[in-house]
T-cell receptor, first 110, second 118 residues
Framework: GEDVEQSLFLSVREGDSSVINCTYT??????LYWYKQEPGAGLQLLTY?????DMKQDQRLTVLLNKKDKHLSLRIADTQTGDSAIYFC??????????FGAGTTVTVRA | DGGITQSPKYLFRKEGQNVTLSCEQN?????MYWYRQDPGQGLRLIYY???????QKGDIAEGYSVSREKKESFPLTVTSAQKNPTAFYLC?????????????????FGPGTRLTVL
């Protein structure tokens, strides 16, 4: 079955790096996603990684995938106040279905 | 502007009433989805549709109904049978429903509708 876990809260100082961690259980996952949700809004796709990749970088975002440990992380470099949001990890296994974690609330402090 | 729109943004319902949430997309996507979000929880799938005139139950379909008469539209009705309907409802779409190794089934989300039962 699918089970995705994330820590619930992260507080980071402006300008520092944020690292959000996620673990999943389905070894047949094909794609893993990171979405961002600002208050009262829908989910915005940030990035995704194919399961045969170890790393993907996109501007300030770096995704690391450890398939052996079923561990995914999202690093945000030079964190800004606009990065304050809830971040969801999601995995897609062999069919259409996305399984979401509960979300990590990131708070950026001055 | 291409995207997914949901209306209304806020909806209030009395107990015992049915309400319909609108979802429209102009991305030419075949697949559409409805999710429910509760505080401190991940998203849970209510219904999904692979193509026009076809839809399937997700994990928590009880008390909900959908239709897919047009490619662009996938309305969700929250019926009086839904015991705890107060939640944030999110609609999503993807180019295809997808198979295992296809990135074109990446899901894109609308802005959501917050439903409150009074």
């Amino acid at each position: 079955g699918e089970d995705v876990e994330q820590s619930l809260f992260l507080s980071v100082r402006e300008g520092d790096s944020s690292v959000i961690n996620c673990t999943y259980t389905d070894s047949s996952s094909t794609y893993l996603y990171w979405y961002k949700q600002e208050p009262g809004a829908g989910l915005q796709l940030l990035t995704y990684i194919f399961s045969n990749m170890d790393m993907k970088q996109d501007q300030r975002l770096t995704v690391l995938l450890n398939k052996k440990d079923k561990h995914l992380s999202l690093r945000i470099a030079d964190t800004q106040t606009g990065d304050s949001a809830i971040y969801f990890c999601a995995e897609k296994s062999g069919d259409y279905k996305l399984s979401f974690g509960a979300g990590t609330t990131v708070t950026v402090r001055a | 502007d291409g995207g997914i729109t949901q209306s209304p943004k806020y909806l209030f319902r009395k107990e015992g009433q049915n309400v319909t949430l609108s979802c429209e997309q102009n991305l030419n996507h075949d697949a559409m989805y409805w999710y429910r979000q509760d505080p401190g929880q991940g998203l849970r799938l209510i219904y999904y549709s692979q193509i026009v005139n076809d839809f399937q139950k997700g994990d928590i379909a009880e008390g909900y109904s959908v239709s897919r008469e047009k490619k662009e539209s996938f309305p969700l009705t929250v019926t009086s049978a839904q015991k705890n309907p107060t939640a944030f409802y999110l609609c999503a779409s993807s180019l295809t429903l997808g198979g295992s190794w296809i990135s074109t089934d990446t899901q894109y989300f609308g802005p959501g509708t917050r439903l409150t039962v009074l």
